[in-house]
């Protein structure tokens, strides 16, 4: 099983540059979730989307656009990359049920910002 | 927003030890997750709590669900080299549409063979 994948794996850029990372999950879940990885901060949420067509700012949203144009992708961009921006991305994903609910993690995407 | 203090910030252990880790939040959640990072991929769930005052275990995992709903703790006993990795707490509130999580910041585990 799949379950959540990420694409780049690995990814370099330029200041100013921009790119798109892919999240493709196969588990029919409703929400999706993008976050970033910073030594020492854990994780935070940068957007999330509840359904198809829907998307919400999260905790540091500045810099990034989503898009959900498909219930099993969630796509993350940055128009126009900064150095700040240099980390690891992780995608999540999390199904539609009520009390129990967990989020599943893809490997993470690994940027540089030059 | 919410924050989550996770300790210790690290731990470096014989192997055979026994560990011992901990999150506090300012607020009250009604779940709590405790997650495994190993190098190079993404965090994989290890235990999730539902209600305060439980105990649940998994293998050589115990973890429990403060009773003040604040704070949670996660125990590895009989460490062995595969207990390396990142550790870290998660915590989801009421009326959390979407299925938020706040994280901690993370423990990291060294285990000296």
């Known amino acids: 099983n799949a379950g959540v994948t990420q694409t780049p794996k690995f990814r370099v850029l330029k200041t100013g540059q921009s790119m798109t990372l892919l999240c493709a999950q196969d588990?029919?879940?409703?929400?999706m979730y993008w976050y970033r990885q910073d030594p020492g901060m854990g994780l935070r949420l940068i957007h999330y989307s509840v359904g198809e067509g829907t998307t919400a700012k999260g905790e540091v949203p500045d810099g990034y656009n989503v898009s959900r144009l498909k219930k099993q992708n969630f796509l993350l961009g940055l128009e126009s990359a900064a150095p700040s921006q240099t980390s690891v991305y992780f995608c999540?994903?999390?199904?539609?049920?009520?009390?129990?609910?967990?989020?599943?993690f893809g490997a993470g995407t690994r940027l540089s910002v030059l | 927003g919410q924050q989550l203090n996770q300790s210790p910030q690290s731990m470096f252990i014989q192997e055979g030890e026994d560990v011992s880790m901990n999150c506090t939040s300012s607020s009250i959640f009604n779940t709590w997750l405790w997650y495994k990072q190993d190098p190079g991929e993404g965090p994989v769930l290890l235990i999730a709590?539902?209600?305060?005052?439980e105990l649940t275990s998994n293998g050589r995992l115990t973890a429990q669900f403060g009773i003040t709903r604040k704070d949670s703790f996660l125990n590895i006993s009989a460490s062995i080299p595969s207990d390396v990795g990142i550790y870290f707490c998660a915590g989801m509130g009421n009326n959390n549409a979407g299925n938020m999580l706040t994280f901690g910041g993370g423990t990291r585990l060294m285990v000296k063979p």
């Open positions: 999540a994903s999390s199904p539609l049920t009520g009390g129990r609910n967990i989020q599943y």
């Open positions: 709590l539902y209600k305060a005052g």
């Open positions: 588990m029919n879940h409703e929400y």
